[in-house]
């Protein structure tokens, strides 16, 4: 059966994810539909470009990927989908889709507004519909006009400083107040990130309850944690803090 994953800034508590579902559930009976979240802050799409970035290759081929994260609906930006290695993708064309359109084999088309589109709710009017008929089996070629220039989001590169330190920062905050970060080591080493200082661990249990740690984190990037609290308010992080790795080896 055909699986469609949902992931918005809507949140659950004013029925704008059930509106869509029930576009969904009417275009393709038996359809499987996977919340992955629609607790994306508001309007943040960077926060939805790297969630979409952890799960969306771990998906079956031929699953389709609806992301609405949305601050510019109703504008001249224009609304895509994606074919990118079998994997098919639905969202505005804001960067959100980055993690898909960075693969050599994508294929882009802008899809049409209907005129009784909603200019304030094209995830019910544009993309839901768009995603259904994809999940059914329909070449994504036949939805639109070749889009050949969609935006393309990348995240920041760390730098190398003169003394040997690599310099990062603060890409996003998780619910757990965990920092992941740019960075990325195979040798251990020391951060440096505001007034902290620690060695990176391998796991959160080798340092005591509310002690602050670094580690690599299942994405592969350097994350910074406490044990049993939360980071981003103990050691004052946000988007953009920078953070100093001192690699161990090179």
Known sequence: ??????????????????EMMG???????????????????PQDVEAARLALARYWRRFPQGTVHLVVVDPGVGSER????????????????????????????????????????APTFHGRDVFAPAAATLALGVPVQSLGEPFSEPIRRRTPEARRRNDGAIVGEVLTIDRFGNA???L????????VVNTSHFT?????????????LA???SSGFVELAV????????????RGTPVVLFKNGG
């Open 1 to 18: 059966m055909p699986i469609i994953t949902l992931l918005t800034d809507f949140g659950t508590a004013d029925g704008y994810v059930a």
């Open 23 to 41: 576009v969904l559930y009417s275009h393709v009976p038996g359809v499987t539909i996977v919340d992955l979240s629609h607790e994306i802050p």
């Open 78 to 117: 224009a609304a895509i989908a994606v074919d990118s290695g079998g994997q098919f993708l639905v969202g505005p064309d804001n960067g959100v889709l980055s993690p898909a359109l960075w693969a050599l084999d994508a294929q882009v088309v802008s899809l049409p507004v209907p005129v009784l589109a």
């Open 180 to 182: 992941l970060t740019n």
């Open 184 to 191: 990325v080591t195979r040798t251990g080493g020391d951060i």
């Open 200 to 212: 990176i661990a391998r796991t959160y249990s080798d340092v005591a309850p509310g002690q602050p």
């Open 215 to 217: 580690l690599i984190g």
């Open 227 to 238: 044990r049993n609290g939360n980071a981003a308010a103990q050691m004052q992080l946000q």
